[in-house]
């Protein structure tokens, strides 16, 4: 897959253009990108980095960093992706401006977006205004109950199970692994301390099931209340992992939430917490995200 971050690195060819911001790149995002694989035109998505809204001041906590968005929109086969800096002068541009720079300049023919897609200063710019400039227009229904919007709720609430139902994946956690307070060995179920980035949105505190690596992992996301933390944690147990991942990037996927975290009588008693957590965790299922889109109605993605 081809990434550039503006349109001028683009060879020059016909195109059709999806563009948004495909936050988490979820089960409605996707079907804006689906509809953009038309024969003969390549198939190229434009989105944006940071998010709108931080430039606009406001605050967002984002489902998944550039990184990861590229790797899923890898998965996905698009063919080539323009991630544009999203800063005030591109902010500044008035409708028609945007859409002779962005989508004129990409070469697009054919342009899809979700229903409610707006652009330019003052948010003027809309996809009638697009087909009024020659673009064929495909408008992409937005697919029912999900937006990265519901995904965060759920996601605050602890409830991964639900998120995945909409992303159309396993919930993620993503970070380098940092020195940790090295606890975890002591106790012998040795952890990866996650530090993720500060706009990052991280799920309810408590324990997670879920899996890293290609192993599953039991995850600890909260205060560590039993030694009086007062700074968040991340940590996932790989379970039969051996290895170094010190200044590894690390993508956690949490399948289900076992319980809250909470403060032991004794330590012992929270190392018998721990192994029942390693052991829920083994027998922890995979969300099946076929499932997820039958239950949906199968959007067509």
């Known amino acids: 897959m081809n990434v550039v971050s503006r349109i001028d690195e683009l060879d020059p060819a016909s195109r059709a253009v999806a563009i948004g911001t495909f936050d988490g790149v979820h ?167 996650l530090a993720v980035q500060e706009n990052l949105l991280v799920p309810m505190h408590g324990i997670y099931a879920g899996s890293a690596l290609g192993h599953r992992a039991a995850v600890s996301i909260g205060m560590n209340p039993h030694y009086g933390g007062t700074e968040r944690r991340i940590e996932a147990f790989l379970l039969d992992y051996e290895g170094d991942l010190y200044g590894q990037e690390l993508v956690v996927e949490l399948w289900e939430r076992l319980r809250d975290e909470a403060v032991f009588e004794s330590e012992a008693a929270l190392i018998a917490a721990i192994a029942s957590d390693v052991e829920r965790t083994r027998a922890a299922r995979r969300p099946d995200p076929g499932r997820f889109l039958k239950s949906l109605g199968d959007p067509g993605v």
């Open 27 to 193: 089960l409605g995002h996707r079907a804006v990108i689906d509809e953009a694989r038309v024969p003969g035109l390549r198939q190229t998505v434009v989105t944006f980095d940071p998010h709108p809204r931080f430039t606009l001041g406001k605050r967002v906590e984002m489902l998944a960093t550039v990184e990861r968005r590229l790797e899923l929109l890898d998965e996905l086969g698009v063919d080539e992706v323009v991630v544009l800096h999203f800063d005030e002068a591109l902010a500044a541009l008035d409708a028609e401006a945007f859409a002779e720079s962005v989508f004129r300049g990409a070469g697009a023919q054919v342009v899809t977006a979700g229903v409610d897609f707006v652009f330019g200063h003052g948010r003027r710019g809309n996809l009638d205004l697009l087909a009024d400039l020659g673009f064929e227009v495909r408008r992409v229904p937005l697919v029912e109950g999900v937006s990265s919007t519901r995904i965060r709720s759920l996601l605050a609430a602890g409830q991964v199970s639900e998120a995945a139902a909409l992303l159309g994946r396993p919930a993620e956690i993503e970070g380098i692994v940092e020195l940790g307070d090295q606890r975890g060995g002591t106790l012998g179920f040795p952890t990866a301390n």
